[in-house]
């Protein structure tokens, strides 16, 4: 007995050094474990912080917010104290981005994302890790952050900064200021808005008289949309969603100063009438389509008792989305529209009727034929492997102004009281060709990380969804004109 236990202890001896060798030239595994080729790091849970882990997931699959970010931070980079520099929600905002869409070296499998709550606390934002919280809010509290950061910046240029007054537009500006007291230029970056900045357009219009009120205008940084009420044997579409969204409402007993107007031309003088209340027709639109939008789908609805449900139908949704037919249109009078039309034929829109948006419905269609495609009803046939869209197989869409492509998809698995937020997103691109879009799909819960096809992701119960828009090259040229677009 006395034997056997002397060579165990030998063997155990041994196995301690190999490990400790292994230890002292390897490190520990746990700390040193590397991805795979293709994946992204994850994310640590910190304690119900799938939230913010899938949201960050999301967010770092969209380039044109990491360039904005990039863009936006750029003055920071003069300060040298690393710590104030830290203490900026931007500049933590874009380290952790960029790592995760493998812009930044890092070997680690796993990143620790605490830097965002503890940047967001010195923005008074106090957001536990313990407490289920929602993805959809907490990207409302980056983007009003970030507004917050910009609109707290100092509006001229910094005395100091050399290479802002070294610019030609820059120091011919400065000049003028001096001699004729205007303010000086506001830099471009601080002059832009986020890439998921856009605006809505409010329509109000008048059944009696038919006077339009003037547009108001209201910004968004995601459209939440309702989910309308489903319709048996009709599937559930990203469309019908939209157009919900948009579909006009009468508001009753609204003054009409028209109607006012020309009730009082039509009485004798000296006569005083009360104000004309008629019926509206109100409608949205969206009067600027950001760069990248994100959809919000509200899963949150009530039972009859007051208590809060969750819907879990499937919203179909496509891998390019055409929002041209959701885009406001400045009414233009009847007798000029043709020729309207034919100055700006590349502008013009199907399925819009004087800045308003007409539903397709099926009855449109000739008879016989189906159409091709519809935002979140066609079939994964039609896509080409490496992620263009096939403009050629679809005549109705051959010129979308406002196509958009998928990004990213967070899904919430469970119930209104408690759930688990996972992503799907688009693997980087290669260090080879940094401008393409890669066509492989990772399906990310927190820490782990997999490979996913494109069908498990349409197939996905979508709760967040992330576009980017899509620019022809006719589109990349006259970008700048166009810029208010």
């Keep these: 007995r006395y034997k056997v236990m002397k060579n165990w202890g030998v063997i155990g ?7 400790a060798g292994m230890y002292v030239l390897w490190g520990p595994i746990t700390e040193r474990k590397r991805r795979r080729k ?28 990491i360039k904005w970010l990039e863009e936006f931070t750029a003055q920071y980079k003069t300060d040298q104290n690393q710590s104030t520099e830290r203490q900026y929600l931007s500049v933590t905002l874009l380290h952790l981005l960029r790592a995760l869409s493998c812009q930044e070296v890092t070997e680690d499998d796993v990143l620790d994302a605490s830097c965002l709550l503890e940047v967001l606390r010195m923005y008074r934002w106090q957001i536990s890790s313990f407490e289920e919280q929602d993805a959809h809010e907490l990207f409302h509290v980056l983007t009003s952050s970030l507004e917050d950061e910009r609109d707290r910046q100092p509006r001229v240029t910094h005395l100091f900064d050399v290479h802002s007054l070294e610019q030609p537009e820059i120091t011919q500006k400065q000049i003028s200021c001096r001699t004729r007291g205007s303010l000086p230029p506001v830099s471009s970056h601080w002059k832009s808005q986020h890439p998921f900045h856009g605006r809505l357009t409010s329509n109000m219009v008048c059944k009696h008289c038919e006077h339009q009120s003037p547009v108001r205008y209201d910004t968004f940084d995601s459209l939440s949309l309702s989910i309308p009420a489903a319709v048996w044997g009709r599937p559930m579409t990203l469309d019908h969603c939209l157009h919900h969204f948009i579909s006009s409402e009468s508001v009753k007993d609204v003054v009409c100063d028209n109607c006012t107007k020309i009730q009082a031309e039509g009485t004798l003088n000296g006569q005083s009438i009360e104000n004309q209340r008629t019926t509206f027709v109100k409608q949205l639109k969206l ?38 037919i959701y885009k ?33 419905a099926d009855t449109e269609q000739p008879s016989g034929t189906k159409p091709f495609f519809k935002n979140g009803a066609c079939s994964s046939s039609f896509l080409m492997p490496s992620g263009t869209f096939p403009l050629a197989a679809f005549p109705e869409c051959s010129s979308p102004v406002y196509l958009y492509r998928l990004m990213a998809v967070v899904v919430h698995h469970g119930d209104m009281h408690s759930g688990h937020f996972v992503t799907y997103r688009r693997s980087p691109p290669s260090p080879k060709n940094p401008l393409s879009v890669s066509s492989q799909w990772l399906w990310i819960s927190d820490d782990t990380v997999r490979k996913a096809s494109l069908h498990e992701v349409l197939s996905s119960s979508a709760y967040l969804l992330f576009y980017e828009r899509v620019h022809s090259r006719v589109q990349h040229q006259s970008l700048e004109l166009r810029a208010e677009e």
């Design 38 to 65: 293709g994946l992204v790091p994850g994310l640590l849970n910190l304690g119900n912080t799938c939230f913010m882990n899938s949201l960050l997931q999301g967010l770092s699959s969209c380039p044109s917010f």
């Design 328 to 360: 406001y249109r400045i009414p233009v009078h009847k007798s000029s529209q043709n020729e309207l039309n034919q100055k700006n034929s590349e502008e013009t829109t199907p399925g819009t009727k004087d800045g308003v948006a007409v539903k397709p």
């Design 287 to 324: 009067g600027k389509l950001p760069q990248c939008l994100c959809i919000h789908l509200q899963r949150l609805s009530w039972s009859n008792q007051g208590t809060p449900l969750k819907r879990h139908e499937h919203v179909q949704f496509n891998e390019f989305l055409i929002m041209d």
């Design 13 to 19: 001896g041994v196995a301690a050094a190999v490990a």
